[in-house]
């Protein structure tokens, strides 16, 4: 499946898998959206699938907003594999 963004009460809820095909894409559409907001929060509850490269881009969109002194902040239960690595990167 594709990956899908909408937007809801503030929160940008991301559905499908963040891969390879949809990391280039998920990375232009947050980067316009640093331009202008100050807090963005993704819901990955409908992400069922995650590869290496659809993780290094939600790495580089926390890097980017901790330089730019921007919150972001990933919540939902979604796809197990993406706490997992933010966890062995924290530890």
Known sequence: MA??????????????????????????????????????????EEINAIDKQGLQALFFMMDKAEKSNKIFSIVGYGCKDIYDQFNQKVA
């Open 3 to 44: 990956l899908q963004i909408t937007q809801k009460k503030g929160a940008y809820y991301l559905k499908g898998q963040i891969n390879v095909m949809s990391k280039l894409v998920l990375i232009t559409y947050f980067n316009q959206l640093f331009r202008k907001e100050n807090k963005i929060v993704i819901n990955i």
